[in-house]
């Protein structure tokens, strides 16, 4: 049974971006930005879960000025979209992505997807109004580049609107819940929420299972996750992705019910082999020995395999001579490089 063919990007992309700015450096820049980067604050703020920061931020916010309200939690989205999305270019990776996916989840905020798509036109999501599950730009009817396979872009931790509004951004905590609350009244069978809702995953399953198709509307990204083959690439899957977990997990425990059958739908996560002679850590061989136990397959990526002449292609078209670097590049260097994403989906 053929299944779409849908990519799980994460902030990976963005990290070949010259404007890119990592989730640490971000926090910092924060503080530096609303003035509160204190000498106690640096003491303890990156030793918090990133989504707990925002605690923090606030609270110094508040402490300096008397006072922290709506308007100053737009400033903070609105300097995070500064920094993260509206900066951002689409690279080469993002157009192999588009001819190659039929949809693609991103977590980031950025339309880099859509943009790459439309061969440098703009395209950001219509509105923010949607529940963040619903966020999607659907380009059926668009006029998209030759050989473009993507219909639809879903932003599953929010994005930057066409009117510029920043209120879908998931980033805290409170926002995390919030996205596990509406994915479990749609998801999880319970007592408590209404009975044809908490029925509806069953449904799909059992309809997809049989017949080979969908009657109904794939109205949220977590659905592909049970309908579809995904390959999820340039994400460590943090375990403060708390939503993404979940979904998992349901998934995970449709297996094990026998509801849905093992191997009924591929999910993939790829990440690079370890460089040479370095050992994985203790954490990353038990959330990989998870990932396996939930029916995912785990592909690694041997950056060995993959030179050329000594050479390996690296970001904004220039190259990398191994045998002029001493020492050899770390595996960091080595992820962040255009060829990593394009070998992963070409697998």
Known sequence: ???????????????????????????????????????????FVEKVSPYMQYELLAQAILEKNGKFDEEDDEKIRMEIANLTSKSLEWKQVHQEAVKHYDEIITLNYDSCFETAALNGVKKYPPSVSQKIFQLKVDLSKEKLIEGCKTKA?????????????????????QTY????????????????????????????????????????????????????????????????????????????????????????????????KPYKKEKMSEDKIAKLALIKSMDIEIVFITPEDYFKDNRIFIAQGSELDLSEISPAPSRAEL??????YLKAMSR
């Open 153 to 173: 872009v879903w932003h599953a931790h929010g994005a930057v609107s066409e009117k510029g509004q920043v209120n879908s951004l998931c980033m805290w905590f």
């Open 1 to 43: 049974m053929k299944h779409k063919h849908v990519l799980f990007a994460g902030n990976g992309f963005n990290s070949l971006d010259r404007n890119y700015v990592s989730w640490t450096e971000l926090i910092k820049l924060l503080f530096r930005k609303f003035g509160v980067y204190d000498t106690y604050l640096r003491l």
């Open 177 to 272: 819940i919030q996205n596990v609350a509406e994915i479990k009244q749609r998801l999880y069978p319970s007592k408590n929420t209404n009975s044809k809702e908490s029925q509806a995953i069953y449904k799909m399953v059992d309809e997809i299972q049989s017949t080979g198709t969908y009657s109904g509307k794939i109205t949220s990204w977590f659905q592909l996750f049970f309908t579809s083959d995904v390959d999820i690439i340039g994400t460590e899957l943090s375990y403060s992705e708390l939503d993404v977990w979940w979904v998992l997990t349901c998934r995970s425990r449709l297996i094990r019910e026998g509801k849905l059958k093992k191997g009924f739908n591929k999910i993939r996560y790829f990440m690079l």
């Open 335 to 340: 992820y962040n490089t255009e060829w990593y």
